[in-house]
Every structure is written in C-alpha cells, then in structure tokens.
C-alpha cells in the first residue's frame, strides 16, 4: 500500500514502525522540520516537510498538485489533524472516516448533541454566540465553564464560579483575547471525580478497554501548574455498556478512543470524546497492563484489520498501574533545578518508571504531558488499583519543583 502520514506527534510516542511493515508498505510521513526531526534515521520511508504557514491539508494539497500520486490511506494519529486527514481522503476519494463522521469526534458541540440524541445524560450546554444572544441566562445553576469546541489539553478553558458575574467575565475575557465567539461553547460545571476509558474499536465494536480515573485535572495541569496523574481501576459491564453506547452516537467504528466521564452523584455524565490515543502515559500504562500497544493496533485497523480479535475479549488486565507527570510550562524560572521532597519516591521499589529532567535543562513553554520534555513523568504499579491513587496522592502532596 502507499500511506500517507500526517505526521505531527512525535515518534516515540507513536511508534509507527510497530503497526506498519515500513518494507511491504511504501509510508510518506508529511509534518513540519520539528516533526519529521523525530523519525529514526534508518526507517525506510519518505520524509515531506511543510511550512506550518497553513493547515495541514491545504499544504498537502499544494505538495500534491506540484508531486501528483495516489494513496491507499491517509492517516493522522494526532488529535489537531483529524479533520485535516478526512478532508484529504474526501478530496482524493480515500477509503476511511469521513469528514461528517470525524467531526463529531472533534466538535464537543456535536458530540454532545449527538450522546444527548440517545438519552445519555450530558452536562447543559449551549454555543457561546446562543449565550451571548441570552445575555447569560442560562437553564442551570451554579458555575459556568466556557471552552473551545474544538480544543484540546483544556486550552483557553475557563470556569466562572459566580453566576452573577459570568456574563460580564465571559464577555471580557472574549474581548481582552479577541477571541472568535464561533470557536466558543459554554456548559455547566459538574463536580465530581473525572474517568477516562480508553481502548481500541473494530466495526463498530470494542475489542479491548481500561478505565482509568484522573487525580488532579487536565485544567488545573495547564493554567495553574499542578501535577496530574491517573489510575486503572475495574470496569464493570454497566460501565462499558456506557462506554459502547457513546461511541455508538458519536459513530466512532474503527480506531482508539479517549473517553471522559464525570462522575456527578455516581454516575457517568459525559464529558467528550476522541478517536485517538490519550496523552501522557496513557499508551505506556495500558500496555503493562494488558500487552496491548494501542497505536499499533490502530494502525494495523486502519491499514489492514486486526488479528486474534478473540484474545483481545478474553484478555484479563493485571490493575494496579498508573501514571504521573509535573507541568514545566507554568514555573519560574524556566531552568529546571531540580526536586523537593523526591528521595524516597524516586528510591520507591513500586517505581516502574521514572524520568525527571536534568538540573540545568530549560523547561518548555508549551503544555505539555511527554515524560522526555516534562520535568518529572513517571510510572507506578502497586498491588492494588486504590493503593496506586493513595501512592501518587502522597507523590503530589510531597513533592515539587525546587
């Protein structure tokens, strides 16, 4: 086959020689220089660097008008060109999702229309433009969360916590940023632990899953600079009947899937969804648990189907994994010096993985969640899944940026 790669994630995180044969398949991976910097030397491939100066598809686009070809897939394991790889297969009439159906992946707006069309219970929402036009009266009490609909690692969400000044804040916030009212929803806040399930689809059908519940939130990670982790615990039948009925209505059919729930009062509420791998350790921890590396799988799905689909059901997860990682985007100075309170963790024989940065190394300005640019990334099992949450609980009360 002839695969074209819409290449942004970085190669270790995907690994894509372990889902591709690289010498039976011809891959192009197309990604800008930092991208295309992360593929090994030696893999038989073709490497096209565009500009970034536009979306991924208009530049592919160009790149095929001067170079004309033909793929048998076209494929993006990045959450931010999903729609880009649809748009590309619609355009050059590639077998695999279609732009209507990857969109409901992608716009929290629609998914949630769509999981709410089934009677599964969402949180209340509404475009921002609706709210505007309002003036900020809303069908529920309490705060009020305003968020991209299509974004991702929670950038530029906000949560109001006082209704009585939402509107006006909102609407700050929107001027001071210039922000564009279109790109924008607003639904209620609901407390409550947040769970994320994560696996992989075929026709339609779940093959294999873990639920994983998060300590500390993706938004308290990335605007107030507070570590965040997440441990597997047992999925009951109730759960994945959920789980199956969401990604029904979302009609994600072939692929991985990245799910959150908010667990208000005991029971699911859904949160959104992805058709892709989760970040951070997601990858690292379920394949310790079950031997399951999901983007090879994902790969071999879109590429070919998947093999031995009967082992993947039978399969029984060892629990007891889970994850963790400190935000350097936040901290001040940018030089990283080290930790406080690290000794007896990073000596933990419960350890599986541990990776801090060197003292002396810059920190990233941007958010991110990948052990090799995070200040500290690490993985943990212990003997029983609650006994993980309590570990990593004590790991964030102890431990710091020095």
């Known amino acids: 086959m002839n695969i074209l790669i819409l290449h942004r994630v970085p190669y270790p995180r995907i690994e894509y020689h372990r889902g591709i044969d690289?010498?039976?398949?011809?891959?192009?991976?197309?990604?800008?220089?930092?991208?295309?910097?992360?593929?090994?030397?030696?893999?038989?491939?073709?490497?096209?660097?565009?500009?970034?100066?536009?979306?991924?598809?208009?530049?592919?686009?160009?790149?095929?008008?001067?170079?004309?070809?033909?793929?048998?897939?076209?494929?993006?394991?990045?959450?931010?060109?999903?729609?880009?790889?649809?748009?590309l297969r619609e355009a050059l009439s590639v077998e695999g999702a279609s732009l209507e159906t990857v969109n409901l992946s992608r716009n929290k707006l629609e998914m949630k229309k769509a999981v709410q069309a089934r009677q599964i219970r969402v949180p209340n929402f509404m475009s921002l433009a609706r709210y505007l036009a309002l003036h900020g009266r809303v069908p529920w009490r309490g705060a009020t969360v305003l968020k991209p609909h299509s974004g991702a690692s929670s950038n530029d969400v906000s949560i109001y916590q006082q209704p009585a000044r939402t509107f006006d804040e909102i609407?700050?916030?929107?001027?001071d940023l210039s922000l564009s009212i279109e790109d924008f929803q607003v639904e209620e806040f609901i407390s409550g632990p947040i769970r994320h399930f994560d696996g992989l689809m075929l026709n339609g059908k779940i093959i294999t899953m873990l639920s994983s519940e998060y300590i500390g939130?993706?938004?308290?990670?990335?605007?107030?600079?507070?570590?965040?982790?997440?441990?597997?615990?047992?999925?009951?039948?109730?759960?994945?009947?959920?789980?199956?009925?969401?990604?029904?209505?979302?009609?994600i059919r072939n692929g991985a899937f990245?799910?959150?729930?908010?667990?208000?009062?005991?029971?699911?509420?859904?949160?959104?969804?992805?058709?892709?791998?989760?970040?951070?350790?997601?990858?690292?921890?379920?394949?310790?648990?079950?031997?399951?590396?999901?983007?090879?799988?994902?790969?071999?799905?879109?590429?070919?189907?998947?093999?031995?689909?009967?082992?993947?059901?039978?399969?029984?997860?060892?629990?007891?994994?889970?994850?963790?990682?400190?935000?350097?985007?936040?901290?001040?100075?940018?030089?990283?010096?080290?930790?406080?309170g690290a000794e007896n963790f990073r000596a933990s024989p419960l350890v599986v993985q541990w990776s801090e940065l060197q003292p002396g190394a810059l920190l990233t300005e941007h958010v991110t969640y990948s052990a090799f640019e995070?200040?500290?990334?690490?993985?943990?099992?212990?003997?029983r899944p609650h006994l993980t949450q309590a570990w990593i609980k004590s790991l964030f009360a102890q431990v710091s940026l020095a």
């Open 22 to 87: 690289h010498d039976l398949h011809d891959v192009t991976y197309l990604g800008q220089q930092s991208a295309i910097d992360t593929l090994p030397s030696g893999l038989r491939c073709k490497k096209v660097i565009r500009s970034g100066l536009a979306c991924a598809s208009d530049e592919a686009l160009q790149w095929l008008a001067q170079f004309p070809q033909r793929f048998d897939r076209i494929i993006s394991m990045s959450e931010y060109e999903l729609l880009d790889a649809a748009r």
């Open 171 to 175: 609407n700050h916030k929107i001027n």
């Open 217 to 251: 939130t993706c938004l308290d990670y990335m605007e107030h600079g507070h570590p965040l982790g997440s441990w597997h615990l047992d999925t009951t039948l109730e759960m994945q009947a959920w789980v199956a009925a969401v990604l029904q209505a979302v009609q």
């Open 374 to 383: 995070a200040p500290l990334a690490g993985i943990v099992k212990t003997a």
């Open 258 to 340: 990245h799910l959150e729930a908010i667990m208000g009062g005991g029971e699911p509420v859904f949160l959104e969804v992805a058709n892709r791998v989760g970040g951070a350790d997601v990858v690292a921890t379920y394949e310790l648990a079950t031997g399951i590396h999901l983007p090879s799988h994902e790969l071999r799905i879109h590429i070919e189907g998947l093999p031995d689909v009967a082992n993947f059901v039978e399969m029984q997860p060892t629990l007891g994994f889970g994850w963790f990682v400190f935000p350097g985007h936040t901290h001040t100075p940018r030089m990283y010096r080290g930790l406080t």
